[in-house]
């Protein structure tokens, strides 16, 4: 029998399978299932931008969707603090203002990241399954090295957090009972669960430093982030659908067509 | 209880080659690698296959079973159904010598592109002092047993020959970052990283993470951490500007 060198011409061929892949599984229902809910959410998101109304006024209920309302536009019960700092001239639906913040935040996550070139772009569509294009360069040029800027949405990202909480509790305290009450607590709940289990959380707590003894504090605060961190995926679609849910009950009682007492 | 199995093995030297039938004995508590085995004994005797501690922790039995990378040792037949055919190849990533034998010796070359660890002058073996606490983050990557399997399944190179010059696949980008977590190590990692090891290539689709048989979270503990570590030195200007005016701990 003929021995190869290590040198040889043929050892530098791959084995030539013609197939893209050889797998068995269903392996295209999980890049499916992510392009139909995320499809979803940017359907969703597009109509509920230019939607009205937003607001229950008594309940002091703001749809996720169209917070903070920071025109003069909105009205007067939905503003941030009752300022319009964007006044009068500003006549676009509010949502347009402040939704390119969470939004920038989800497209440049490190999770959705996985999930959109999978399921949109199918660089891979799925593990050992031969993706489509003739050439990658993946983030090291324009535009895509621009995820590289995901911690500036973080921090724009935690203060939207902070903004949802602040509606939820408002509208506790305004009604109690409510359901919309609630269901806007359980969402500010979950997207600041999902924001505070950011990659670039972790990494701001303490993954940055080396000598985690010396920083007792933020070694703690990064043991704490990256247990959340391992829920980052989950808690991605659970805010997802949690938000949208939230913002599409709470337009439903604007619109009066939920109307029980305890809406 | 035994029964017989189809195989698909593919057979061939350099890149040419095809799948070739076989129905073999399967014995209870049987791995695809005794399969492998039990077709050299009985119907192939030169079927090519690399293999060594048949325990998990040598790594020397990647292929890819069912379009897979896995190895061929940890692969239960009782995973698969008993009219199941079960498709074995070599690594789809790296040029093949023989059957299911492949020549890994692009991870030997990218092994030697990275500078090994670099204490402080000044500080002598037996000198260093580190709390458990600093250096558990970096034992993680230490099961690593080089199967290659992530590097196999890496579409950056599996599925674009060209990026192999310049992309270090997952398995040496997570070496650079065990150093570059290492209190005692001062190489600049970082920008190397990026520019020479070819770190903006990866696009965390974790498909390193899912078939890693050490269960090592390649992407969430060392490719992102990493990256982030890149974007502190080269894309964040509040960092660069903080380091500047301020000494930022490390």
């Known amino acids: 029998m003929s021995q190869t060198t290590s040198d040889a011409p043929v050892r530098r061929q791959r084995a030539q399978i013609k197939v893209r892949t050889l797998r068995t599984d269903r392996w295209w229902l ?234 | 209880m035994s029964y017989k199995a189809k195989f698909k093995v593919w057979r061939g030297e350099g890149g040419e080659g095809k799948l070739e039938d076989f129905t073999v004995e399967v014995n209870e508590g049987e791995v695809v690698l005794d399969i492998i085995h039990r077709l050299q004994a009985t119907q192939a005797p030169d079927l090519a296959v690399r293999w060594n501690c048949k325990a998990g922790k040598c790594g020397s039995c990647s292929m890819e079973i069912n379009g897979k990378p896995r ?63 600093d250096v558990e983050r970096s034992q993680e990557f230490r099961k690593c047993i080089e199967c290659f399997m992530c590097n196999n399944i890496c579409h950056v190179i599996r599925d674009h020959e060209e990026n192999k010059p310049a992309f270090a696949g997952p398995r040496f980008l997570m070496r650079i970052a065990e150093l570059d977590m290492h209190p005692y190590d001062v190489a600049d990692r970082q920008e190397s990283a990026q520019e020479e090891h070819g770190l903006g290539y990866c696009n965390i689709t974790k498909c390193c993470t899912e078939v890693c048989p050490e269960h090592i979270k390649i992407t969430d503990n060392a490719l992102i951490p990493m990256k982030e570590r890149v974007v502190d030195r080269k894309y964040d200007p509040l960092v660069w500007l903080g380091n500047k005016i301020f000494r930022r701990p490390k």
């Open chain 2, 71 to 133: 190895l061929g040792c940890m692969t239960r037949m009782s995973t698969f159904a008993e009219d199941e055919t079960i498709t074995v190849t070599p690594m789809r990533t790296f040029p093949v010598i023989k059957d299911l034998v492949t020549d890994v010796s692009f991870n030997y070359q990218k092994a030697r592109e990275i500078p090994s660890f670099t204490p402080p002058q000044g500080v002598r073996p037996g000198e260093y002092r580190m709390q458990q606490v």
């Open chain 1, 30 to 263: 999980a890049p499916l299932l992510t392009f139909l809910g995320l499809s979803a959410f940017l359907v969703y998101g597009v109509w509920a931008i230019f939607d009205t109304p937003y607001y229950v006024p008594g309940a002091e209920y703001i749809a996720p969707f169209s917070s903070p309302c920071l025109a003069t536009s909105c009205p007067e019960g939905a503003r941030l603090f009752g300022l319009a700092p964007f006044g009068d001239w500003y006549t676009l639906p509010p949502g347009l203002l402040i939704l390119g913040l969470p939004g920038g935040f989800r497209l440049t996550c490190y999770y959705y990241r996985k999930s959109y070139y999978r399921s949109f772009w199918l660089s891979p569509p799925a593990c050992a399954v031969q993706e489509p294009h003739g050439k990658y360069t993946g983030e090291t040029r324009l535009p895509l090295i621009m995820q590289n800027i995901h911690r500036y949405f973080f921090y724009a990202a935690i203060v939207i957090g902070a903004i949802l909480s602040y509606d939820a509790i408002l509208a506790l305290v305004h009604k109690p009972l409510g359901l919309g009450s609630w269901i806007l607590l359980l969402n500010a709940v979950l997207i600041v669960a999902y924001t505070l289990s950011c990659h670039s959380c972790r990494h701001i707590t303490a993954g940055r430093l080396n000598h985690f003894s010396r920083h007792p504090v933020r070694y703690r605060a990064w043991t704490f982030v990256s247990k959340l961190n391992a829920k980052h995926q989950p808690l991605a679609w659970a805010s997802m659908f949690s938000v949208m849910g939230a913002d599409f009950y709470v337009r439903l009682v604007a619109k009066g067509i939920i109307a029980f007492p305890y809406a």
